[in-house]
């Protein structure tokens, strides 16, 4: 563990440079605060790591991806902004949510101004001489990923509704929702490191699939995790969230104990939690969802061969590990 807190720090100072200076010109106070107020709560600054991994990965040099680095934190940033203000939650990171501080208006316009500043800062990334073709394919893939985030965010409200979720719909949903973003990381970093295209199919794979695995284990910490080092554990079925593990146990209990999960959900209350997790380990549901976050891991190591040994990879297949065993 301590190994890849190190990988995830190295890059971090010069990461948060790019960002600082990317904020610098923003008038007035108000809104530049509240656009900087998760970053300087500080963050795993897993996506940028994650960046200037795969451009080493293929050959690239570590300063010619710190501007996408950056780009990908700011769009990360603005995406947890907008959700505190759909969930309504009050902390982020320790610390007051943005909307908690400033009001929702001025917080929607700081992910607004995030989300404008990170296409500013991965077009500037073309002065670093960067091929422009390559700026632009980077930059479409950052695209793809924000189009894919709304999409993701909107698929979740809607299982809000519904107990008729299936896995390959939840996958899906996930995918796009946390998914995408780690794959855009991976993706443009192979890109503005002068990817071939074999190489970028390779990173974009393994990007997907930690994607996956990641939120799968988000999810299981919310059921097996620590209530110190977050929100208390069950709060998933407090909120009758679908997560994989509540998807394979409806798909796989009796009548009468998939009526009596969906009533359970529904409920609302936390005197829920252990008759839930009871049925979810009925059916081994937990163990389920387990074993496919172990298998993306799989996958995405495997995807790695196909690039030359460095330590750039070295540290890709240890941040994969770090993705299925993180506790927080």
Request: with cysteine; net charge negative.
């Amino acid at each position: 563990m301590s190994d890849v807190m190190e990988i995830l720090k190295k890059y971090s100072v010069d990461v948060d440079k790019e960002i600082e200076l990317a904020l610098s010109t923003l008038e007035p106070d108000t809104l530049k605060d509240s656009s900087a107020h998760l970053i300087k709560a500080g963050g795993k600054k897993f996506r940028p790591a994650l960046v200037v991994l795969s451009c080493q990965a293929v050959g690239g040099q570590t300063d010619k991806a710190l501007k996408t680095a950056a780009a990908l934190e700011l769009i990360h940033t603005f995406s947890l902004i907008h959700d505190d203000i759909m969930d309504n939650d009050d902390t982020r990171r320790g610390m007051k949510a943005v909307h908690k501080i400033w009001g929702e208006p001025l917080a929607i316009l700081a992910g607004d101004t995030l989300f404008a500043k990170a296409y500013e800062t991965i077009i500037k990334t073309a002065d670093d001489n960067i091929a422009y073709e390559r700026v632009i394919d980077a930059l479409r893939v950052l695209v793809d990923s924000c189009i894919k985030i709304c999409e993701g965010q909107a698929l979740d409200m809607a299982f809000e509704d519904t107990f008729e979720v299936t896995k390959d719909e939840y996958m899906n949903m996930i995918y796009k929702k946390t998914g995408a973003l780690i794959t855009g990381a991976t993706t443009a970093g192979a890109i503005i490191g002068g990817a071939t295209s074999d190489q970028i199919k390779a990173l974009d794979t393994y990007g997907r699939k930690i994607g996956l695995a990641f939120q799968i284990q988000d999810d299981y910490i919310d059921l097996t995790g620590d209530e110190s080092i977050g929100k208390p554990v069950g709060s998933d079925l407090v909120e009758g969230k679908k997560t994989l593990m509540v998807v394979f146990a409806l798909e796989k209990a009796n009548q009468e104990d998939h009526d009596r999960l969906i009533e359970l959900l529904e409920a609302n209350d936390e005197s829920i939690i252990p008759e839930a997790m009871s049925i979810l380990e009925k059916y081994d549901a937990i163990n389920y969802a387990r074993s496919v976050a172990y298998d993306c891991v799989i996958e995405a190591k495997e995807a790695l061969m196909f690039l030359p040994d460095t330590d750039a990879k070295d540290a890709l297949n240890k941040l994969a590990d770090f993705v299925f065993t993180r506790n927080a």
